[in-house]
Nanobody, 126 residues
């Protein structure tokens, strides 16, 4: 089992920045690819960003490309999502997720991720 705990969400004005963190425990963190997903009210959960086990590959949804950056620190068992130039449409609950994988490919399908955090709310006001 992998336990994931997100933090760093909150209320921010449009144009501002937030940094989400996701602390992992329970298994060898460096064996897992990590992803960030989000879900807005009435909408399906969507992929935001992903990173492979060794940070060799990152991938972003078109809607956040150039504004968000995913990174990880395997020594600290933590993955981050730096969110800049926030927009009201970024408002959602943000989840981090883990899948056991040593692949060089980022998977964007949420069903491929076995472990999930509880989510952290991000609200961006206009």
């Amino acid at each position: 089992q992998v336990q994931l705990v997100e933090s760093g969400g909150g209320l921010m004005q449009a144009g501002g920045s937030l940094r989400l963190s996701c602390a992992a425990s329970g298994r060898t963190f460096s064996n897992y690819a990590m992803g960030w997903f989000r879900q807005a009210p009435g909408k399906e959960r969507e992929f935001v960003a992903g990173i492979t086990w060794n940070s060799g590959t990152t991938y972003y949804a078109d809607s956040v490309k150039g504004r968000f950056t995913i990174s990880r620190d395997n020594a600290k068992n933590t993955v981050y999502l730096q969110m800049n130039s926030l927009k009201p449409e970024d408002t959602a609950v943000y989840y981090c997720a883990a899948r056991f994988s040593l692949s060089r490919v980022v998977v964007t399908t949420h069903r491929e991720y076995a472990y999930w955090g509880q989510g952290t709310q991000v609200t961006v006001s206009s």
